[in-house]
């Protein structure tokens, strides 16, 4: 079955300091992948994504996350936190056909002044 | 351009009881998606609405429905609510059908059933 795995329920962070939270995921053909953010209260709001060619892609807020095919992961980078990126955050996947989005379990960072 | 919008934002119910979720979609967007994040989980897809018509269901119950208006807002409809129906709806849209392009998400509806 197809699954997204963020091993890291909770990461906490020096504001200032920089930033990797992991995502996995499990199927033989490339998906379409994504990183939302959370905050408190709040719908999902759309970081970055990739869909094919250059592995290494840009978001919005300074983030970034990088695609590697032989360890299937998307893996999502920060060079410095801001208090304000205390949130959580969710890899997601879909795939060429479908209509869905499957969704890790999430990563909260907690971010100290 | 306007979000995506839903409505209510809380609101209680007791096991049993019949609930309706209201979503107003991005404008230009004619794609609805509805996910269920039960706390401290991730979303989980319900179903997606193309054109009026229901375009996937994930998997949940019969009693789990919904519509999508002409003006491509939605409704998701849930029946005999159990105490595992609590959790924050999300609503999603699209001017695609696929997920290719990413969908935005609404604030949420949360749900408690009692």
């Known amino acids: 079955a197809q699954s997204v795995t963020q091993p890291d329920i909770h990461i906490t962070v020096s504001e200032g300091a920089s930033l990797e939270l992991r995502c996995n995921y499990s199927?033989?053909?490339?998906?379409?992948l994504f990183w939302y953010v959370q905050s408190p209260g709040q719908g999902l709001q759309l970081l970055l994504k990739?869909?094919?060619?250059?592995?290494l892609v840009q978001g919005i807020k300074g983030f970034e996350a990088e695609f590697k095919r032989s360890q299937s992961s998307f893996n999502l980078r920060k060079p410095s936190v801001h208090w304000s990126d205390a949130a959580e955050y969710f890899c997601a996947v879909a795939f060429s056909g479908t209509y869905k989005y499957i969704f890790g379990t999430g990563t909260r960072l907690k971010v100290l002044a | 351009e306007t979000g995506v919008t839903q409505s209510p934002t809380h609101l209680i119910k007791t096991r049993g009881q019949q609930v309706t979720l209201r979503c107003s979609s991005q404008s230009g967007h004619n794609t609805v998606s509805w996910y269920q994040q039960a706390l401290g989980q991730g979303p989980q897809f319900i179903f997606q609405y193309y054109r009026e018509e229901e375009n996937g269901r994930g998997n949940f119950p019969p009693r789990f429905s919904g519509l999508q208006f002409p003006n491509y807002s939605s409704e998701l409809n849930v029946n005999a609510l159990e105490l595992d129906d609590s959790a924050l709806y999300l609503c999603?849209?699209?001017?695609?059908?696929?997920?290719?392009?990413?969908?935005?998400f609404g604030s949420g509806t949360r749900l408690t059933v009692v």
């Open positions: 990739y869909f094919s060619g250059d592995t």
């Open positions: 999603a849209s699209s001017s695609f059908r696929g997920p290719n392009y990413g969908y935005t």
């Open positions: 199927y033989g053909a490339t998906p379409y």
